[in-house]
């Protein structure tokens, strides 16, 4: 490439100071953020907040300074399957994140609220600020992986989230029931159309296994995530079972003591995810 004279009308090179729209923006000055995940799903309910409570515990594990983001703000269920009851605090100049028990730092629209319970009844564009805000106005320090739990589908909350938030990278949550194709189309796509590469397709519910003879039953019908992930050049996929003791975890608080190893071959392509900066 020639040296940049800032120039673009003389320039043919599509590098990123060409995007003048970009709306890109900065975190809190006191946050230093290495990689920041999206965890999307094309609709709600398939168990994207598990997914992204699954990846941070795994990680946390492995000794990585871990944020949750739940920019879900009209269905956020992260603090309730860590058990974390505190609400944030403010400093002068931000946000202070609740810290969950092996270290996670989470910030939730239910650490705001005066009772959990509370709905968020407000239009589309004061939820996404509240999404944004978490992110501009939140002191997150040091941290080695962010995950965000995207709010549920392809509306304006997760394109803004899309649009102002540097990702590294998305990871898409569907569920063998689903009208997959359609659904997880839509969301690799939107990924796409922002340029965020797709590390991974979990497919959750993906298959029970009886605790009696210990044979795989596919409950939702056949997977077709590695057909997915074929047809959409996604990196990696992995399966997620139906499992009561993941219900049991999730309402008892307790998500630390799941068994996260569905979720490593998803981890795995995040630890391998651009830096941001680089
Ligand atoms: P979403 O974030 O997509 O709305 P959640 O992660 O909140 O979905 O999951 C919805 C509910 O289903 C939660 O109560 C969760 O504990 C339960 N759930 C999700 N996946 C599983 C699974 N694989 N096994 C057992 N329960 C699950």
Redesign the pocket.
């Given at each position: 490439m020639p040296d940049c004279t800032h120039d673009c009308s003389t320039c043919a090179s599509a590098c990123g100071s060409r995007e003048k729209t970009s709306l890109i923006k900065p975190p809190h000055a006191r946050s230093k953020i290495s990689r920041v995940i999206a965890v999307a799903?094309g609709k709600?309910?398939?168990?994207?907040?598990?997914v992204t409570a699954l990846l941070a515990v795994r990680a946390r594990a492995m000794g990585q300074r871990v944020a949750i983001l739940d920019a879900?703000i009209t269905?956020p269920?992260s603090m309730k399957a860590f058990g974390v009851k505190e609400r944030a605090t403010g400093a002068e100049d931000g946000i202070l994140p609740v810290e969950t028990r092996s270290g996670i730092k989470m910030i939730s629209m239910n650490a705001l609220l005066e009772h959990e319970d509370d709905p968020v009844i407000w239009r589309g564009s004061l939820i996404a600020g509240a999404a944004l805000q978490f992110w501009t106005d939140v002191i997150w320090g040091d941290v080695d992986i962010m995950f965000i739990d995207m709010p549920?589908g392809t509306g304006d909350v997760p394109l803004s989230v899309f649009q102002s938030i540097p990702l590294s990278g998305a990871v898409v949550?569907t569920t063998p029931q689903d009208l997959v194709e359609m659904i997880v189309k839509k969301a690799v796509n939107m990924a796409n159309m922002m340029n965020v590469p797709v590390l991974g397709i979990a497919e959750?519910?993906s298959y029970f296994t009886c605790p009696d003879c210990g044979k795989r039953h596919e409950l939702f019908g056949p997977s077709r995530v590695e057909e997915l992930k074929r047809a959409y050049h996604v990196r990696t996929s992995a399966r997620?079972?139906?499992?009561?003791a993941?219900?049991q975890l999730?309402n008892e608080g307790r998500i630390e003591e799941a068994d996260t190893d569905p979720v490593a071959p998803i981890l795995a392509e995040v630890l391998r995810s651009r830096l941001l900066g680089r």
């Open positions: 799903s709600g309910g398939v168990g994207k907040s598990l879900d269905g269920s549920p949550v959750n519910m997620i079972p139906v499992d009561p993941l219900t999730v």
